[in-house]
């Protein structure tokens, strides 16, 4: 093990009570939410805040206001990575039990009309 490597080790381990508060701290997971909105989706916070606005804070599909940022799933199109709008966790979850295939939500709207 290499010199940088073994005090990044001794760091760490003697600092561990101060990164587990640090990892706890609510600027710590907005600036993590962030970076993942941006690595993962490509856009960046202000143009998700845009999205967020523009629904008024809603779910694109049911129309709930959603107002905790952390319950805000980015929808997006799983072939392209086009973001398609903001959904709430539960719409979310419906729209990947589906696999995102429209025939199958047709067909589910039609069973539920029965």
Not at 32 to 49: C, P, T
Not at 55 to 60: E, S
Not at 69 to 98: M, Q, S, W, Y
Request: aromatic share 12%; charged share 30%.
């Amino acid at each position: 093990m290499n010199n940088t490597s073994e005090y990044n080790k001794l760091y760490y381990l003697n600092n561990i009570e101060s990164k587990k508060e640090y990892d706890k701290s609510p600027e710590t997971k907005e600036r993590r939410r962030k970076r993942l909105i941006k690595s993962k989706y490509g856009l960046s916070y202000k143009e998700w805040e845009g999205l967020w606005y523009a629904q008024d804070g809603r779910c694109a599909i049911c129309d709930k206001f959603i107002a905790e940022p952390k319950n805000i799933c980015i929808d997006h199109n799983h072939k392209t990575g086009e973001v398609r709008g903001l959904l709430c966790k539960e719409c979310n979850l419906a729209l990947g039990c589906f696999f995102d295939n429209p025939e199958l939500t047709n067909l589910a709207t039609e069973y539920l009309k029965s």
